[in-house]
């Protein structure tokens, strides 16, 4: 029966590992107003609209990864798209201003693994999103919303650059979205980049960051506590029949 046991408990175990997680998530994302790609700023500064979403969101960035915000990271050299020199003066791109913001002490940056741009970001958020402005430096018609992905015509404009710091506004997508911004040129930029208007479809004009949370435990779903029981019952019959 000890066999038969540690069979039991592996096979739990890997069940367990399995199933799903949600959690609720605290996402900062920053926009680059200025079109292309070359210049000064290369990729850009993304400094120029900052603003945080808040409740019950899960992220989704085909081909990205979530790294440490760290010190070491911000280092003007460009590595990461959004780590460049900006205009605005010395250590001023949104990977300082971030790392220097006591609000945020464990953030993770958004890229792909070699430190590119990941063109398609959305969310899926249950329940309402609370939107923060957090500040930019920028120019005052410069704006960002969020659209539905199942109506992605209808612009749903959250801040304008003109809003006081700290300003918030809540809303329920209802499901999955995206976020746009706009620069007072015409131009409308989302964070899934082939959505562009004005712009090339694989520009990316947004960053985005997590507030890391500390490790849970996954809830099993209901169809891993399912094969768990079916495999006791099973073995358990096996048992009996032994005896």
Not at 105 to 112: D, G, Q
Not at 119 to 132: E, K, L, R, Y
Not at 165 to 175: A, I, K, R
Not at 214 to 228: C, F, Q, T
């Amino acid at each position: 029966m000890v066999c038969n046991r540690l069979r039991i408990y592996t096979l739990a175990a890997a069940l367990l590992a399995g199933a799903s997680l949600s959690r609720a998530t605290v996402i900062v994302g920053a926009m680059e107003d200025t079109p292309g790609s070359s210049g000064y700023e290369k990729n850009g500064d993304f400094n120029d609209m900052m603003f945080e979403l808040s409740g019950n969101i899960t992220v989704s960035a085909p081909g990205g990864v979530f790294n440490n915000l760290t010190p070491s990271v911000v280092n003007q050299n460009g590595t990461v798209f959004w780590d460049n020199d900006s205009l605005d003066g010395p250590d001023m791109n949104v990977g300082f201003l971030l790392d220097d913001n006591s609000a945020f002490p464990n953030l993770e940056y958004l890229a792909l693994p070699n430190g590119g741009s990941v063109n398609s970001v959305t969310f899926d958020a249950t329940g309402p999103v609370t939107f923060t402005f957090l500040e930019g430096i920028a120019a005052d018609t410069d704006t960002v919303g969020w659209y539905s992905l199942s109506s992605p015509g209808t612009l749903h404009q959250l801040a304008v650059r003109t809003e006081p710091d700290g300003t918030t506004v809540t809303f329920d997508p209802d499901g999955a979205f995206a976020i746009y911004g706009t620069n007072g040129l015409g131009q409308v930029y989302n964070s899934i980049a082939a959505d562009n208007i004005g712009e090339s479809g694989t520009q990316q004009h947004f960053a985005f960051f997590e507030e890391a949370q500390p490790p849970s435990v996954p809830e099993p779903s209901s169809g891993a506590l399912a094969s768990i029981g079916t495999v006791l019952l099973g073995l358990g019959v096996v048992s009996r029949r032994r005896r």
